[in-house]
């Protein structure tokens, strides 16, 4: 069978043989980096594939999630971020597997896509341990459709409150569970907090939106576990004034429909949190396809499937095959490898779009060095907390400075000068007004049925 690029050469008409042909799987941030560096390169015949037809700025999809945002405001189509590079042909589809020997890549619904070299940037979704009968009842945060959902979910609960008669019943859709207190744990709690005792505190005439219960569930010591001490004190400390109830040391023992489960994670008895809603953002888990190429390739991986890689984000043995960001263990320090943020991926993928025009240089490829920028939390409105080293004590802020930090790092960084400009007004405007004006709810059911009270015997 002809691979796709054999095929779109031969229906263009051209009789002259392919340059270095480069597949990207994966258009998120060490995909999209990575693009930009082979983009205009024309010795380089390069090739995007994704199973989505945008870049989504993940970092903000907490900000969908709690209605801030739209999903459009930090998305932008591939095809229209790459249409300059006349190089680069982007295309819409799963990849699910690599022929090695063939240097092919396997897509679900056509022919295989040959390359030269690839670069598998594929990321990775939530993990829920090996319990994944929790996922209906607990939604985590890697994607526009689970952003949504988790707004739907949110809203029904603050409606369905409102029109709840029976109050055991109706304290239970007050209560939110989070699960996780990593910085998504600790963004999604700083604006669920926000939009209770803030945005919808005037919205509703049977029930106080403040009433509501909100839960930070930590397995470890302290909430945000990769920043100082001091940090994840200043973090809870914050939570804490939006009225969230912060709980470290507590694992979650099960999930079902309507309650909780947790215990202390040194052993102890069980406690059940009758909470309707319950946001899952802890735990992360390579993507199908990551695991795909590291079964294909016999590589080495992580407890989380990731692929272990060398000094040049190569598998080892497999110079052609590159892997970025949250797909792959990037080596850092020794023991611990660059963590899961967007630094990590963008500069992955621009290491390996620089490592692969060096070698058509014929010139050698330095190893991989991640230069730690610093991490931004932001907790709910003119709050937050940062960890950035290069900055010295002044990077080491909370409140005002570190939410002033986290607006201008996240407005850099997003794609698309409209969307800068659209966010940056959604933003102000939300500011002056308290508003999120993106609290739609959408999917099905739109609220739960009315639940009739039994009469009394």
Known sequence: ???????????????????????????????????????????????????RNFHLFQPLLYQVATGAL???????????ILRRNRNTTVLLGAAVGIDPERREVLVADGGPIAYDSLIVATGARHSYFGRDDWMPFAPGLKSIDDATEIR???????????????????RSWMEFVIVGGGPTGVELAGALGEIANDTLRNDFRSIDPRDATILLVEAMDRILPTYPPDRSNSARRQLERLGVTVRTGTRVTDIRDGEVRVAPAAGGDEETVPARTVLWAAGVLASSFGRAVAKALTAETDKAGRIVVDANLNVPGHPEVFVVGDAAVQPWKPGRPVPGVAQGGIQGGKYAGRAIRRRLDGQPVPPFRFSDRGDVAVIGRL?????????GPFGRQGGFLA????????IVYLIGFANRIVVVTRWAWSFLTHGRGSRLITGQ???????????PA
């Open 70 to 80: 739209a999903p459009g405001e930090i998305a932008q189509p591939l095809r229209s």
């Open 403 to 410: 939410w002033m930090l986290w607006l201008g790092i996240h």
């Open 445 to 455: 059911p739109l609220l739960p049925e009315i639940e009739i009270p039994e009469p």
């Open 1 to 51: 069978m002809a691979s796709l690029i054999d095929v779109r050469a031969s229906q263009a008409g051209s009789t002259a043989p392919p340059g270095h042909r480069v597949v990207i799987v994966g258009g998120g941030f060490g995909g999209l980096y990575a693009a930009r560096e082979l983009g205009k390169d024309r010795r380089v015949d390069l090739t995007v594939l994704d199973r």
């Open 383 to 391: 709050s937050g907390v940062t960890n950035i080293g290069w900055l």
């Open 152 to 170: 739907r979910r949110i809203l029904i609960a603050f409606e369905a409150a409102e029109r709840e008669a029976e109050p055991a019943r109706r």
